[in-house]
């Protein structure tokens, strides 16, 4: 696509729930990153993939969170029992490589997935 | 010592001032670097990269990178109450050889430009 999609734009669940939010990355970039961003704060790294395998997932905060990208396009992050401090801006990232060459890494944002825990 | 530092703000300039935003990093082996815009609500958008040590300039702004002390600033002329948002800081850290690394953001720079 032409950009970076990310759904749902704005989910509510209530704690304990299982969710799910979607990524499609510009048609064509190798490398999908996952930041979480809460209010006042920069973006805070989760997770990023280059082709279908995780490259890094450092900063995935415990095992209720886990991200898959099958195909080496779309990802989707997955948070299981829910919590409170789940609550935040999931953002969706691509590039063109992971390659420190000049320009293809540099990281196109959606418009990214607000979530909310009750 | 977090990753990548900035001063949260915000800072205030009158319109058409230079704003001059600052920021710090850990990882000494990082080569790439980047500023992004956030406007409330929205997402981050690029607006400069950096890769050489020195200074970049694209319009009304200038990045400027010193390895050695480990330092990207940003500057931006004639500021205009349209550049008021978040400014971020971006640095590529855990980069081995020409591959991998992830982008670590430090915690934005609120810009206030009044009219």
């Known amino acids: 696509g032409a950009g970076v999609s990310q759904t749902p734009s704005n989910k509510v669940t209530e704690k304990g729930k299982y969710v799910e939010l979607r990524c499609d990355p510009i048609s064509g970039h190798t490398a999908l990153y996952w930041y979480r961003q809460s209010l006042g704060q920069g973006p805070e790294f989760l997770i990023y993939f280059q082709g279908t395998g995780a490259a890094d997932d450092s900063g995935l905060p415990n095992d209720r969170f886990f991200a898959v990208r099958p195909e080496g396009s779309v990802s989707t992050l997955k948070i299981q029992r829910t919590e409170r401090g789940d609550s935040a801006v999931y953002l969706c990232?691509?590039?063109?490589?992971?390659?420190?060459?000049?320009?293809?890494?540099?990281?196109?944002f959606g418009a990214g997935s607000r979530l909310t825990v009750l | 010592q977090k990753e990548v530092e900035q001063n949260s703000g915000p800072l205030s300039v009158p319109e058409g001032a230079i704003a001059s935003l600052n920021c710090t990093y850990s990882d000494r082996v990082s080569q790439s670097f980047f500023w992004y815009r956030q406007y409330s609500g929205k997402s981050p958008e690029l607006i400069m990269s950096?890769?050489?040590?020195g200074d970049k300039e694209d319009g009304r702004f200038t990045a400027q990178l010193n390895k050695a002390s480990q330092y990207v600033s940003l500057l931006i002329r004639d500021s205009q109450p349209s550049d008021s948002a978040t400014y971020l800081c971006a640095v590529r850290s855990g980069v081995r050889g020409n591959q991998g690394g992830k982008l670590i953001f430090g915690q934005g720079t609120e810009l206030s430009v009044k009219p």
């Open positions: 990232a691509s590039s063109l490589s992971r390659d420190s060459t000049p320009g293809a890494n540099v990281l196109t």
């Open positions: 950096i890769y050489s040590n």
